[in-house]
């Protein structure tokens, strides 16, 4: 099992760089996702709906700060 986990600091600014052609590249079963700073509607579309992945967010309750999302290849027990 590959588990990778990446301070992000923004996600929509990661995205930009390439977040997700490195996601789709490393394929991990578990990738978790630190200081997103986004609600989880504010996550770009294609991230939000990620083929083949449970995806739960958890975004600060200030908008722009902190945040944690994790995808999972694995239904999650519980969310």
């Not at 996600?11 to 930009?16: F, W």
């Not at 200081?35 to 996550?43: C, D, F, G």
Request: some cysteine; charged content about 25%.
């Amino acid at each position: 099992m590959r588990i990778l986990c990446w301070n992000i600091n923004g996600i929509r600014a990661a995205d930009k760089k390439g977040l997700f052609d490195w996601f789709k590249k490393e394929s991990p079963d578990i990738l978790c996702l630190q200081e997103i700073k986004a609600m989880s509607e504010q996550v770009p579309p294609h991230l939000r709906n990620t083929p083949g992945y449970f995806i739960n967010f958890c975004s600060a309750e200030k908008k722009g700060y902190s945040g944690v999302a994790t995808f999972s290849k694995e239904k999650p027990i519980d969310l």
